[in-house]
């Protein structure tokens, strides 16, 4: 039933004030999707977001005379997404928070008769609850069944229907029998706009340890490229900088005459090693000593080698 003039006027008035209110937007399919189960999100969001539904070409007509009042307006990038079964849902809170609050409200469902699956659907081994008078049904499908206590049982599991399919008319009446309700539907976000930019939703998913781990890695590729090739930016300066205090420190490591604050604990180090290693509790200076003499030669090794013994175990003049 169409709209009166005074509705379209209130969908038209609506959906500018959104369009003026709001700069995220999530493109959302709802096919399969019943009022109650939209009524229910609509509740859900309230405050947080707002939904519109509406005829797509009474959207395209809101949004050609909202973009020729605000000429260059970045909404211009949602007009092409509205096609299909399409709603909006407008926020300006945090765009997971709202993607979470679209997905989550799903209801089971049977599997309908020519509908495309959109997941794997398998039946479980086991009693049925079938009198041995429906065993067409499973014959049809080639399920593996026999009779046990006067009802059929599927002796193996099996995978009855693969994602991308359409759903046959057997294979709906056979889960209709077993009560399997295989699907489960919902509102499906298929684009996400943020003040003019259009994305997918599993760029949500990216949180900020891993933008900043991309941005660590193109920052780090920037100073390689950028001391690579001499050219000084902002990302190579520290590198720069340490590179050419490392210099001065070397040359003057290199002279006597000549030293400045920063080099001068380098040249202590160099002078005196001994100096700056730890022995806790001040027994440095006790264990060069002690280390010395660990590494002396024995005593006796040196006598008998200056005893002259010869190859005989006699002795020598020599």
Known sequence: MPLSKEKKAAYFERLEHLLSSYSKVFVVQVDNVGSSQMQITRQQMRGTAEILM???????????????????????????LIEGNTGLVFTND????????????????????????????????GPTGCDPGQTSFFQVLQVPTKIVKGQIEITTPMNLIKKGDKVGASEAALLLKLSIRPFSYGIVISSVYDSGSVFGVDILDIDDNALAARFTEALNKIAAISLQTGYCTQASFAHSMAAAFQTMVAVVLGVDNYCFDQAQPYKDFIANPGAFCGGGGGGGDAAAPAAAAAAAPKEEEVDALEGGMDMFGGGSDY
């Not at 609050?101 to 959109?118: F, Y």
């Open 54 to 80: 509406g005829k797509n070409t009474m959207v395209r007509k809101v949004f050609n005379n909202f973009l020729e009042k605000n000429p260059g307006h970045p909404h211009k990038a949602l007009l092409p």
């Open 94 to 125: 945090s765009l997971p928070k709202v993607r979470d609050m679209i997905l989550a409200n799903k209801v089971p469902a049977p599997a309908r008769a020519g509908a495309i699956a959109p997941a794997d659907v398998g039946i479980p081994a």
